[in-house]
């Protein structure tokens, strides 16, 4: 292969973002310079990133960020690469307090640091606490900030003793031990991905401790897999009224709301 168009006419998989990438021009100066031949430098480095795409490294993890909902996110093989379906928990802690109300929000688990910094980003009025029990983590979640985030390192709750907040989001953990499903996300922190046998592990944690550390009329807003709704609601049905289920845009079930009784 000799041009751009011999690149591009190829099955190489994700060959256009790759080219992008190893020659450092966007798809519209790709395809408007279909005749560039690379340089032996630039089809070495381009050679490296095909071979680590085809065994299987996402393409988030070569390229080194990903976007969500309105902002590009640093990402590394430390935390789980941003799924679009977490921007439904986005939209529905945005519509849930008055944008210029200082309330107080906690962010369990933020990985990468997109649920907390895109709300910050959005509603600066607002208070936001993140965690994570990986420093590796934290630490690229502070880099991804555009606002002032208290940032706590710790497991679940252990992050932030003695806080109390008005909204505890999470995208925890959710995928079952041996689900084969796991075998295509090899590349990312399996702990970020399984959470024990049924994948309610860590959401029977956070919902068995979130009463302590909520405010009077509290809500928390979970992300769960397509069929872990029903059972997440029995678990909440205890300390919670007020729930509301939510599916994402492949009408999947994928969040619960409740409100502290
Ligand atoms: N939604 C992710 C997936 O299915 C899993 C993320 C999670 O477990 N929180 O790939």
């Known amino acids: 292969m000799v041009t751009i168009q011999d690149y591009l006419n190829s099955d190489i998989i994700d060959i ?7 020659l450092n021009k966007s798809h519209t ?24 795409r085809q065994s299987g490294t996402p393409f ?5 960020t990903k976007g969500f909902y309105h902002l590009d996110f640093k990402v590394t093989p430390s935390t789980l690469i941003p799924r679009p379906e977490t921007e439904l928990l986005i939209d529905i802690a945005l519509g849930l307090f008055d944008k210029n109300k200082i309330c107080e929000v906690l962010d369990l688990g933020t990985g990468s640091g997109i649920i907390a910094v895109t709300l910050g980003d959005k509603n600066p009025q607002w208070h ?15 880099q991804n900030a555009k606002t002032n985030i208290n940032f706590q390192l710790g497991s679940w709750f252990e992050a932030t003793p003695n806080q109390t907040f008005d909204l505890i989001i999470s995208n925890p953990p959710y995928i ?12 990312e922190p399996q702990s970020a991905l399984v959470s024990g046998k049924d994948g309610l592990d ?16 509290g809500y928390v ?17 205890h300390d919670f009224f007020n729930i509301q289920k939510f599916k994402d845009y492949n009408q999947q079930n994928r969040a619960v709301l409740a409100q502290i009784k």
């Open 16 to 22: 256009a973002p790759l080219l992008s990438l190893a």
């Open 221 to 237: 807003l979970l992300e769960h897999g397509f069929d872990q709704q029903e059972e997440i609601i029995q678990l909440l049905n």
């Open 176 to 187: 079952k031990q041996g689900n084969p499903y796991l075998n295509d996300l090899s590349f």
């Open 60 to 64: 988030a993890y070569l390229n080194g």
């Open 29 to 52: 100066q790709l395809i408007t310079h279909y005749d560039y031949q690379p340089n032996n430098e630039e089809k070495t480095q381009l050679n490296q990133l095909i071979k680590q």
């Open 202 to 217: 860590d959401v029977r944690t956070i919902i068995d401790n979130a009463p302590q550390y909520l405010n009077k009329k």
């Open 128 to 142: 936001l606490t993140a965690t994570d029990f990986s420093i590796d983590a934290l630490n690229i979640a502070q």
